[in-house]
């Protein structure tokens, strides 16, 4: 698929819709049609750019934003879709990888242009025509790769998620999550366009407004994170009252404690739809939608993916056994940019091989227990680290944790759970010790609980280790003094 069939979609879904109110802006009021969208592609001033012209695009939470991402894919120029305040140093390291001369800012209609300083002319890979936008995952280790999304991994993945959410033109949308993440721009903005709903895109987004947002703009779908939801049940209080319009949230860019989905559920009295999905795959790969749902699960496959459990001899393994998670299917990424030895083992044969370590019940449920480089030898002993963090984060008194290993000249390795406590909570080291050995077995238990404020998280909100790691030095150095 190339551009002129993506816009072609575009233009079909305007033209249905027409005048149909499809973006309102929460801080101004300001609101677009679908049509209104169509004009705005056609009427953007591409000369400015080169055709195939690969350019950042800062990804703000603004109409202008969306207008423009639109335009530019629908006119056959690349952006690479990066965060306000995009470090300097990544931005010049994928300028001279790709020679990129062009910064946009959505500060307005077109969009105002920057001219990007000191580009070599070197030689550039060729990029397939099949591409659509180009976004650079932010790695825990390593530097991070250019994932390559296609104009038929935008459609197909839309369309699958729409019919798993059960989604209509008679949704309210509502965006709260950054739109750099695929989270936000896919849930609650393509998905919107797509099944000819409406949504309300906020820019300045507090945790804590968000029942408040639901019920001035009579939302029936939001996808949320973990991390807000843990906010919301701080600050919650008797009187909260569910909105009649909203049909749920959703939720999928991290790991989500059975107890957090379940505390979150009981005191706010609305479904949570907790997902698994990732950039590589354009978005989601599993919901957990069904009536009743199991809390403990990503769900099942969105219908059209195909994803397999493989043992370490390739061999799909057997209900209640363990496999790393494998996909394919038309919402599988071109490929990765520039790819290296390590990513021809990771997609290999249009599969990809995830990292993630999961199981099916005999229902067809996904359980995610870990990834392949979670696991660490300590003496004799086999550790999954995101199984004692799933034990760990059950406790009542912790709001967040993550586990590390850390080198031991006689064990080979340790483990230290790093907690951040409940609001209010008075907890020290030695109490969560204490309270430990009554609920880990010895083999799994950390030698250390450190008490922190935050755990630190990379750009798709999942937990920075190699920041951890570093942060546990730091405090082992000063604790030394």
């Known amino acids: 698929m190339r551009s002129n069939t993506f816009f072609e979609r575009i233009n079909a879904l305007g ?5 149909k109110k499809f973006i309102e802006q929460h801080e101004t009021g300001k609101s677009t049609s679908f049509l209104r969208i169509l004009d705005r592609i056609r009427s953007f001033e591409k000369d400015r750019f080169d ?3 690969v350019v950042f695009l800062e990804m703000h939470n603004t109409i202008n934003t969306v207008e423009i991402f639109l335009a530019l894919i629908s006119n056959n120029i690349i952006p690479i879709l990066i965060k306000k305040n995009f470090p300097k140093s990544e931005l010049r390291r994928i300028s001279e990888l790709l020679n990129v001369e062009k910064l946009i800012v959505p500060d307005s209609e077109q969009g105002s242009i920057s001219k990007l300083p000191n580009i070599t002319n070197k030689p550039v890979q060729d990029l397939p025509l099949e591409l659509a936008y180009l976004v650079f995952t932010s790695g825990t280790s390593g530097e991070p790769k250019g994932i390559q999304i296609s104009y038929s991994n935008i459609i197909s993945e839309t369309e699958m998620m729409i019919s798993a959410y059960r989604l209509s033109e008679n949704d309210r949308h509502l965006c709260v999550l950054p739109i750099f993440h695929a989270s936000g721009l896919y849930r609650n903005v393509l998905m919107a366009y797509f099944s000819g709903a409406s949504t309300v ?5 507090n945790s804590i407004d968000l029942w408040n947002l639901i019920e001035k703009t009579n939302t029936s779908f939001c996808q949320i994170t973990p991390t807000i939801m843990r906010s919301l049940l701080d600050a919650a209080n008797s009187n909260y009252e569910r909105s009649e319009s909203l049909r749920f949230l959703g939720s ?3 790991p989500h404690p ?3 989905v379940k505390d979150f559920e009981s005191t706010f009295g609305c479904s949570v739809l907790v997902g698994y999905g990732m950039t590589e795959a354009t978005c989601g790969i599993t919901l957990n939608a069904d009536i009743p749902r199991k809390n403990y699960s990503v769900g099942k496959v969105i219908n059209g993916i195909d994803l397999k459990l493989l043992d370490e001899n390739g061999k799909e393994v057997d209900v209640a056994e363990q496999g ?4 394919s299917g038309p919402n599988l990424m071109i490929n990765y940019l520039g790819i290296e030895e390590e990513d021809k083992i990771r997609m290999n044969d249009r599969v990809l091989y995830t990292g993630d370590i999961g199981v099916y019940d005999e229902e067809g449920y996904l359980t995610l227990v870990g990834r392949k480089n979670d696991i660490v030898k300590r003496g004799s002993y086999r550790l999954n680290l995101t199984a004692i963090e799933k034990i760990i984060g059950g406790f009542s008194f912790i709001k967040e944790c993550a586990v590390i290993d850390i080198p031991n000249r006689f064990l080979g390795s340790d483990i230290v759970a790093m907690v951040v406590l409940n609001k ?8 969560i010790i204490k309270f430990a050995k009554d609920h880990i077995s010895p083999n799994m238990m950390p030698s250390e609980f450190l008490v922190i404020e935050s755990i630190p998280k990379i750009s798709n909100l999942k937990i920075d280790k190699k920041l951890l790691k570093k942060k546990y030095s730091e405090i082992k150095n000063e604790q030394r003094r």
């Open 15 to 19: 033209t249905q819709f027409g005048n």
């Open 51 to 53: 055709n195939r012209e």
């Open 201 to 205: 895109i906020v820019d300045n987004f």
């Open 252 to 254: 999928a860019s991290a």
């Open 258 to 260: 059975e107890a957090l």
């Open 324 to 327: 790393e998670v494998t996909i």
């Open 424 to 431: 209010n909570e008075s907890m020290n080291s030695n109490n």
